[in-house]
Each structure stands twice: as C-alpha cells, then as structure tokens.
C-alpha cells in the first residue's frame, strides 16, 4: 500500500540539518583560535582551504534541500522504492562533511592528494545528484506525483534534473586540470541554480 509522503520530507529535513550542523562544528574546530602561535590575520589567512570547503559545501548542500523541497512538494505517496532512492540520497548527502573535511586538510598538499580528496568529494556530490534522479524517475514511473502535475513541467523538472550531474562532471573533469579551478566551477553551478527554473516555488 502507498503512504503519506509527509514522514520522508520530516525525516529528510532532519538528515539535512544534522549535515549543515556537523559542517558548523567542523568550521569551528578549523577556525583562527585552535591555530596557536598565529597573529588573527595570518591565522585567517591560513584556514581558507577550510572556509572555501564550508562555503562550497553549504551551498552545495543548501541546493540539495531546495531541489529536494520542490520535489517533494508534488509528491503525494511513496512506495518501498522510492523509499531507497531517497535514502540512497541522504547516504550522499550525509558523507559530503567527511569528503568535504578530507578537501580542506588536502588542498595545501601534494597534486596527487588535491586530486584524490577533490575526486572523493565530487564524487560524493555526482552520487547524490543521480540518486535524485531516480527518485524522480522512479516517482513519475509509479505515478507517485501529484494527479494535476502538468505532464509537460515533469519532463520540464525530468531534463533539468538530467543536466546537472552532467555540469557536476565537466567541473569535475578540471579537477585533473587545477583543483582549485573545479572548486570556482562549483560555485559558478551554485550560483546558477539561484536562476529561478522549471519546478522551482513561485515567487
């Protein structure tokens, strides 16, 4: 039997706050004061890997809970596949501080470890965003969404869906190039996604 979708938005809601708490108290542990022997600026100067990790990752993350959010709003009942699907994101969503942890400690480091720790953490976004996809899929296949949805706005949100993992890999693809760079791409594709687009609430 088919159920509420009410309880998955509450419990996914709650997977992305503990997220965004976990990336505040890891901000913490690298911010200026724990760098003993440093003056303020030189001590600021030299955490940035770890406030670049936490603005990319808050915006990654606060793009995931706006795409998430929209979705979820034409969805009126769930079954035990999309169930899995939905958990199969928030396993992605869940790991993106500990990869994104790795990148800050590792951007100072060697190319080979810049490369590795960036490849972890994109990988780790790209899992989330093609996990979205099939929760999507998945939802309009089973007839899952909401009996009024415009046939044409689902194909509209379907395509749009479709594009980003494929964004994500083209900046993905310059990590191999200059991390750094890949890191800059991301926050051009967060940028972008404040472009209001087909599925997005009205303003």
Do not use: K
């Not at 976004?125 to 046939?151: I, K, M, T, Y």
């Amino acid at each position: 039997m088919d159920r509420d979708a009410s309880r998955v938005e509450t419990f996914s809601d709650g997977i992305f706050a503990v997220v965004v708490t976990v990336m505040a108290v890891e901000l913490l542990q690298n911010g200026p004061a724990r760098a003993s022997g440093r003056e303020l600026p030189d001590a600021l100067v030299h955490a940035w890997p770890a406030y670049l990790a936490y603005v990319i990752t808050f915006g990654i993350a606060g793009q995931i809970w706006l795409g998430h959010h929209n979705m979820w709003r034409y969805v009126v009942r769930v079954d035990q596949m999309l169930l899995v699907f939905n958990l199969l994101q928030l396993l992605f969503v869940a790991t993106i501080p500990f990869t994104a942890d790795m990148l800050a400690d590792n951007l100072r480091g060697s190319p080979t470890e810049q490369r590795l720790t960036a490849a972890l953490y994109f990988g780790t976004v790209l899992g989330e965003s093609v996990s979205f996809n099939l929760s999507w899929w998945w939802a309009r296949r089973r007839r899952l969404l909401h009996a009024e949805l415009d046939p044409r706005l689902g194909r509209a949100i379907a395509w749009r869906l479709r594009l980003r993992p494929l964004l994500y890999l083209i900046a993905f693809a310059f990590v191999f190039v200059d991390p750094i760079l890949s890191l800059v791409l991301y926050l051009v594709l967060i940028g972008l996604t404040l472009i209001r687009r087909p599925g997005d609430l009205p303003r």
